[in-house]
């Protein structure tokens, strides 16, 4: 399985700004996610990250509040845009190959919006 | 219907005994199954697919029932450290064509007592 790295860790940021998390795979893959975990929650899918063009988005989640960029194929970008305390959460990035479905996570980045 | 039930617990459950957890799922297109063990403040980690046959992984197994749309996981000899939260989780076909993300369950969690 690849292996999936996310920058920042962790990070606690004001309402009104905007965060950009990274997330590096050590391999190069087809297919890359955001999720979100909310406190107590289970994951929810944001989006797939479709490498050189735009990322296809769920039900619920714009791309104005959440741009996603993919230059190529091991690296990927999540900004939470205008942040509000509701967007405190885990944002995780996973991916997988072509011929599986199974996915691997990366271990996630943990924000608070004060 | 939520797509993917799962019962919340807690199970607390004696070391060495066995332990089974149920899931159901609403969309009937899916086609790839899977359980995920998450630890606390931790990603979640792939623990095994799950096959229209049923597998087996050492003391883990699996099984699908496509008809009733029901998946379930059995840990035999349960172990301190299988104490953990069971995601129960399904692949999700995009409408918009998109690549399939994962719909996961709440979550099963499991406490095993010395």
């Known amino acids: 399985s690849a292996v999936i790295s996310q920058k920042p860790s962790r990070d606690i940021c004001q309402r009104g700004t905007s965060l950009t998390i990274q997330c590096q795979v050590d391999s190069q893959v087809t297919m890359m996610f955001w999720y979100r975990q909310q406190p107590g929650q289970s994951l929810t899918l944001i989006a797939t990250a479709n490498q050189g063009s735009e990322a296809t988005y769920e039900s619920g989640f714009v791309i104005d509040k959440f741009p996603i960029s993919r230059p190529n194929l091991t690296f990927s970008t999540l900004t939470v845009s205008n942040m509000s305390p509701e967007d405190s959460s885990i944002y995780l990035c996973s991916s997988r190959d072509v011929n599986s479905y199974e996915q691997y996570f990366g271990p996630g980045t943990r924000l608070t919006v004060t | 219907r939520k797509e993917v039930e799962q019962d919340p617990g807690p199970f607390n459950v004696p070391e060495g005994a066995t332990v089974a957890f149920n899931c159901t799922y609403s969309?009937?297109?899916?086609?790839?199954f899977f359980w995920y063990r998450q630890d606390c403040r931790k990603e979640p980690k792939l623990l095994m697919s799950?096959?229209?046959s049923g597998n087996e992984d050492g003391r883990f197994t699996a099984q699908l029932n496509r008809a009733s749309q029901y998946i379930s996981l059995l840990i035999r000899d349960s172990k301190l450290s299988d104490s953990a939260t069971y995601l129960c989780?399904?692949?999700?076909?995009?409408?918009?064509?998109?690549?399939?993300?994962?719909?996961f369950g709440k979550g099963t969690h499991l406490i095993i007592q010395p």
């Open positions: 799950v096959y229209s």
């Open positions: 989780v399904v692949n999700r076909r995009h409408s918009g064509g998109g690549a399939d993300g994962l719909t």
């Open positions: 969309n009937s297109a899916s086609q790839s």
